[in-house]
């Protein structure tokens, strides 16, 4: 069984130069009994918005997680496209409904990623102060939503 992702927890495993996305993903690969270093390297690229801060890569971790369980890989998928989408629409309108956004620059309280560093004003000194528990809240979030692994 998958220990509770906590924002403590979750600033240790970014604190070990994982991103928010790895983060995610780690978590849920854990709940559905998945290879957590597969899920995190296949997450790698997710974090910060894809590094440019657009959407959350807490949130895109989340959305690999659920197109892992509720996805579907043969063409003309009907139904289960409809759940998917279904699941991520969810997820997103939890997210926000806690935060406002699930942009990363916005979360991160207007620090821009896609601009090279220095070069980047934002209302906090540490922009992702908040990281920890975006990822935990994202995981928290999943962990409602994911078929959990046989215990």
Not at 24 to 48: F, I, N, P
Not at 52 to 80: I, R, S, T
Request: contains cysteine.
């Amino acid at each position: 069984m998958a220990e509770k992702m906590t924002p403590e927890r979750a600033s240790e495993i970014l604190g070990q130069g994982f991103h928010c996305s790895q983060c995610v993903m780690g978590h849920a690969a854990e709940v559905m009994g998945l290879d957590v270093d597969e899920a995190r390297k296949r997450t790698a690229a997710l974090g910060g918005g894809m590094f440019w801060g657009e959407m959350c890569g807490a949130v895109l971790g989340a959305g690999v997680a659920l197109g892992e369980a509720y996805g579907f890989d043969q063409a003309n998928p009907g139904e289960k496209d409809t759940i998917m989408q279904e699941k991520v629409r969810e997820f997103q309108r939890r997210f926000t409904e806690k935060y406002g956004t699930v942009q990363c620059k916005m979360l991160l309280g207007g620090f821009d990623l896609s601009k090279p560093e220095g070069a980047n004003p934002c209302d906090r000194e540490d922009p992702f102060v908040h990281c920890g528990e975006y990822c935990a809240t994202a995981c928290e979030i999943l962990d409602d939503m994911l078929p959990h692994a046989e215990k």
